[in-house]
């Protein structure tokens, strides 16, 4: 079965760093592109970027979202979407995804993991 | 990339069917035939319901079924159930740049 499992919460200050893991099993980790969804409060879901573990090729929208990376650790079949400075506008829960994609275009989204909900406030 | 067009709510009693549109532009949903649909209860992650326009995971009844026509897309509910009272987002590929859109979602009332 696939899981991909992430931290239910993480509370933090403006400014802060933060790495939110996402660990998969029951796959070839390295096989399937990995994605981040967010879902601010009360609102919809937002496409932020997407990894290859296999060859660590990342996509990512920074200029849209602000200032955030993808990052995978295939020896430990976790991915990664890390802030270096958060703000109270990254408020969100933050789902990651396994992607699969043919031929360079997303097919679906077929595996969710359970989201981690960030708080960012003073 | 803007988010794709659905209607916020929709409604219908059990058992009857219900049709949601998600509308998008030349350069996603019209481009391309890798529209997918996602079902949210409150609380819980999205879950697969369609995907490539109107496939299902073996798993999703084929109550559930999708259509696309020119720019938009549709999914449709058949034989309602209480338990499809839920938001559902619409999802397509948008090119090799951005990659991927959702729709803003919709809230469908099972009354």
């Known amino acids: 079965e696939v899981q991909l499992e992430q931290p239910r919460e993480e509370v933090k200050m403006p400014g802060e760093s933060l790495m939110i893991p996402c660990k998969a099993s029951?796959?070839?980790?390295?096989?399937?592109?990995i994605g981040w969804v967010r879902q601010m409060p009360g609102r919809g879901l937002e496409w932020m970027g997407i990894?290859?573990?296999?060859?660590?090729?990342?996509g990512n929208c920074p200029s849209r979202y602000g200032q955030f990376t993808v990052s995978a650790d295939q020896s430990i079949d976790t991915a990664y979407l890390k802030w270096t400075s958060l703000r109270a506008s990254d408020t969100a829960v933050y789902y990651c995804?396994?992607?699969?994609?043919?031929?360079?275009?997303?097919?679906?989204?077929?595996?969710w993991g359970q989201g981690t909900r960030v708080t960012v406030s003073s | 990339q803007s988010a794709l067009t659905q209607p916020p709510s929709a409604s219908g009693s059990p058992g009857q069917s219900v049709t949601i549109s998600c509308s998008g532009t030349?350069?996603?949903?019209?481009?391309?035939?890798?529209v997918s649909w996602y079902q949210q209860h409150p609380g819980e992650a999205p879950k697969l319901l369609i995907f490539?326009?109107?496939e299902r995971p073996a798993t999703v009844p084929p109550r559930f079924s999708g259509s696309k026509s020119g720019n938009t897309a549709s999914l449709t509910v058949s034989g309602l159930r209480t338990e499809d009272d839920a938001e559902y987002y619409c999802?397509?590929?948008?090119?090799?740049?951005?990659?991927?859109?959702f729709g803003g979602g919709t809230k469908l009332t099972v009354l």
């Open positions: 990894i290859y573990p296999g060859d660590i090729d990342t």
């Open positions: 030349s350069g996603d949903i019209g481009a391309y035939d890798r």
């Open positions: 490539n326009v109107n």
């Open positions: 999802f397509s590929f948008a090119g090799r740049n951005s990659l991927g859109v």
């Open positions: 029951g796959y070839g980790f390295d096989s399937y592109w």
């Open positions: 995804v396994r992607v699969i994609m043919i031929g360079g275009v997303i097919v679906r989204l077929d595996s």
